[in-house]
């Protein structure tokens, strides 16, 4: 039997960064670099880092969904279903949004991690829309989360700069008003691309050309001139097809929520692209960039700064290691 039409409510979102503060000026003490040359080159000041021994993915993600539940006015049980986008969870098995199921009572909602790095709030919460929409979910729990400070080698500049922990939460809804919630979506992926961003656990998994990397197996690896310039062309790329898929102008949406991967690739983006800086707000310079926690903790911050409102149209955008880029176009 064929589920009559429906829309998914934004019905409420979390978020969850850890207390300790790493600044620029606390790496000049461990590295060859300075505030200003980090800031010049990626627009970060300070990043949030998690305490190893009381924090991690799993109690990022699941503070964050109970903030977002808490929003929503529901508990851990109204949920059918979680799904959380992540590339640190603590244990191969259980997924992590096992784990976070368990922690806010959900059981037995169903629970199931998406490793899609940078992307993994925006694949997330594509993915929650259409399971909701088909009418196999009523509600479901979206996470992105990653602590990052666990994969990064801090003796190496090239990665150390960058990466701050934090999580972004959303509940959905169903919604009788079909008009309501997702109006286009796009998840891509081209894996020939996959040694530019990645984490080797073991010697075999390291490509030839980078056996003489000084960085330690079980830490994130980059070349950051290759990632720079993947992000610049899809995130423009990702922008454009959500305004031509959807027949909506820069003056139609309200905001990009993008991924906070680096100051001047969103600049970049945005100035060829012709979008106004209040409309691509960024808090890369307070937090860095959080990989899948990115996307989900700004869109939180600017929905309980008020700045984003019911019936308005929200475009989240985001791209990351696999290589992955996705978008997700709301009207709220």
Known sequence: MTPPPCGVRLAGTGSKVPDRVLSNHDLEKILDTSDEWIVQRTGIRERRICDPETEGTFTLGRDALTAALADAGMVGSDLDLIVCGTCTGEMACPSVSCRIAAAVEATPAAAFDVTAACCGFVYSINIAESLIRSGRFRSV??????????????????????????????????????????????????????????????????????????????????????????????????????????????????????????????????????????????????????????????????????????GEIVCLVAFGGGMTWASSVWRI
């Not at 959303?170 to 081209?190: F, S």
């Open 141 to 310: 729990g979206v996470i992105g989360v990653d602590a990052m400070s666990s994969i990064i080698d801090y003796d190496d500049r090239s990665v150390s700069i960058l990466f701050g922990d934090a999580a972004g939460a959303a509940v959905l809804v169903r919604d009788d008003d079909p008009g309501r919630g997702c109006i286009y979506q796009r998840m891509h992926a081209d894996g020939s691309g996959w040694e530019s961003l990645y984490i080797p656990r073991r010697e075999r998994e390291v490509p030839e050309h980078d056996r003489d990397n000084p960085i330690r197996l079980g830490h994130l690896r980059m070349n950051g001139r290759e990632v720079f310039r993947f992000a610049v062309t899809r995130f423009r790329e990702t922008v454009e097809d959500a305004l031509a898929g959807t027949g909506l102008s820069v003056d139609d949406v309200s905001l990009f929520v993008c991924h906070q991967s680096n100051e001047r690739i969103i600049a970049a983006a945005r100035e060829k692209i012709g979008i106004p800086e209040e409309k691509m707000p960024v808090n890369i310079d307070r937090f860095g960039n959080s990989s899948a926690g990115s996307v989900g903790l700004l869109f939180d911050q600017l929905r309980k700064s008020g700045r984003c409102r019911e």
